[in-house]
DNA sequence: CGTGTGACGCGGG
DNA sequence: CCCCGCGCCACAC
């Protein structure tokens, strides 16, 4: 595992209950503004073996990426039971809850 | 060693 | 808001 990986799990890890980050966020402060793929895949290969908060991880429109059927209802149920709210485009609102 | 594939991001229509 | 194109990049074939 490299350097970049091993920063991109310790920054999900610090993003809190009840607030959200983005995959371009996560890789900024990794050390690499243009890796928010690679943050994508980390995610989805890596989350059970290292524990992630992988559902607070949306993207930069304040939208969960997962497909319906494919994880989108999980996600968005994990994170209104932490307390984030969804307008009804399934947005939140980043101002508010960006870590 | 080319080619296709995304849990991406940004701009534009 | 939706849909496209383009850039980006590790990874599976």
Sequence with gaps: MNDFTRSVIEQIRKVPKGKVSTYGRIAELSGNPRAARQVSRILSSMSRKYNLPWHRIINSQGRI??????GYEEQRAILEAEGIEFDLYGTVDLKRYIY
């Design 65 to 70: 990426s997962l497909k319906p059927g494919g």
